[in-house]
């Protein structure tokens, strides 16, 4: 048949990983000049080729499971409708990988280790989840109204501590990790502070400079003493 239009293309779909399969939504674009007949699934298209046809599906069915995946792998997909005129424009291409994501990071330990020039950070693999390609260092930010978390470096997921470098004594600090792999991050797990000491000469026990001030008082404190018995004794 010619002369008549064809499908719009699909707007509204979700592209869902399922840790083991990808599932696939979509709601009926506009039929254009005639009623849909089909649907048409693609996955690992580009904008300069189309990819794999994995499915041609009836006009009823607005879904899809695709277990040929492997985990930890990253795939994508496009649908397009087909009318009796045709078929319509083809969709945008959504991507999602496929696996587990991993678990919350438990057992965080903050310590000041002056030694190491900061806070030491430890922590233990999580017990559940997917493997773990990287751990996010968090630290927690203060602001004038709110609390946030900044994003301070990332280590290999073979790595489980990390050291933040400060040697200003009295500085603070309240630290998360979060796991991650392709497939996405873990939760927020737990969080640990520690401060950075004070040296040991500071506090109770009396620095250089108090010292040198301490010298200078009693000696000019020895100086009028010795004035006024000078004094006194030309008085006799």
Known sequence: MKGGASPSAIQNISVTNHIDHVHIVWEAPDKGDSEII????FRNGSSSAP????ASLDS????????DTVPYLEYSYWIRAQNSYGYGENSSIYAVVVGNPPGKVAALDAKAEPALGGIDLTWNSPSD????????????????????WEEIARVDGSVRNYTDKHEEPGYYGTYMIVASNAAGTGGYGSISSATIPWDETQGSSPSTIEIVILVAVVAAAFAVLAFFARSRNKRR
């Open 38 to 41: 089909g649907y048409e699934l």
């Open 60 to 67: 009823s069915i607005l879904a899809y499971e695709d277990f």
């Open 51 to 54: 990819g794999t046809l994995i």
């Open 129 to 148: 989840g997917g493997p773990v390609d990287e751990y996010v260092i968090m630290r927690m930010t203060s602001h004038v109204d709110a609390v946030s």
